[in-house]
């Protein structure tokens, strides 16, 4: 398996854009979830699914971000209108729904807001 | 919600000595699983080591245990023999068997150097 697959693997965009980052899970997990990594804040959960549908978005940080996964083998993130601050690298990670199940971690995608 | 805290953002080992590093958590659960992952300067989060909370026998990946005291809520790593490669950033991780959701809950990291 090609593991968890994200793209772009590096983003720069101008403050106001509209930014999407893709996520692919490896085959067959149905648990999916997105992480923002910043040096203040650390790993940060932002939103995570359960078979295609959202648990818990608590994590995500304002209106600007919204997240689908309109099936099992692909999720996106957008936030819009971007910010500078939303710079940082975010991640996607997929399990299978039982809690033995290891996440696996996606290359994350290095966004940068200017 | 479930809080895991690692106490020491930063260790250093000298290589081939061995380092620990600390993770310890609160949870009102008894069954449950405890991970550490790696994430070295690619960014990549790599899986080290798991352990699950009704398993007493501490587990182990090659030079990479645990000092599992469920007791005192501890889930600390140990790294024998450290290498150059062992360079990275670690963080402890806790999943809930009972929720259904399954959600890992990440300590903050502890940054490891290793010193030629």
């Known amino acids: 398996d090609a593991g968890v697959i994200q793209s772009p693997r590096h983003e720069v965009t101008e403050m106001g854009q509209e930014v999407t980052l893709r996520c692919k899970p490896i085959?067959?997990?149905?648990?999916l979830f997105w992480y923002r990594q910043t040096m203040m804040r650390g790993l940060e959960l932002l939103i995570y699914?359960?078979?295609?549908?959202?648990?818990?978005d608590s994590g995500m940080p304002e209106d600007r971000f919204s997240a689908k996964m309109p099936n099992a083998s692909f999720s996106t993130l957008k936030i819009q209108p971007s910010e500078p601050r939303d710079s940082a690298v975010y991640f996607c990670?997929?399990?299978?729904?039982?809690?033995?199940?290891?996440?696996?971690f996606g290359p994350g995608t290095r966004l940068t807001v200017t | 919600a479930q809080t895991v805290t690692q106490s020491q953002p930063e260790m250093s080992v000298q290589e081939a000595e061995t380092v620990t590093l600390s993770c310890t958590y609160d949870?009102?659960?008894?069954?449950?699983?405890l991970f550490w992952y790696k994430q070295p300067p690619s960014r990549q989060m790599i899986l080290v080591i798991r352990?699950?909370?009704?398993?007493?026998q501490n587990a182990t990946e090659n030079r990479f245990s645990v000092n599992f005291q469920k007791a005192a809520k501890s889930f600390s790593l140990k790294i024998s023999d450290s290498q150059l490669g062992d360079a990275a950033m670690y963080f402890c991780?806790?999943?809930?068997?009972?929720?259904?959701?399954?959600?890992?809950?990440f300590g903050t990291g502890t940054s490891l150097t290793v010193i030629p």
């Open positions: 990670a997929s399990s299978l729904s039982g809690p033995a199940g290891e996440q696996y």
């Open positions: 085959s067959g997990h149905n648990s």
């Open positions: 699914f359960n078979n295609n549908v959202p648990i818990d």
């Open positions: 949870t009102s659960e008894s069954d449950y699983y």
């Open positions: 352990q699950e909370a009704y398993k007493q």
């Open positions: 991780a806790y999943r809930s068997v009972l929720n259904t959701g399954n959600q890992f809950y």
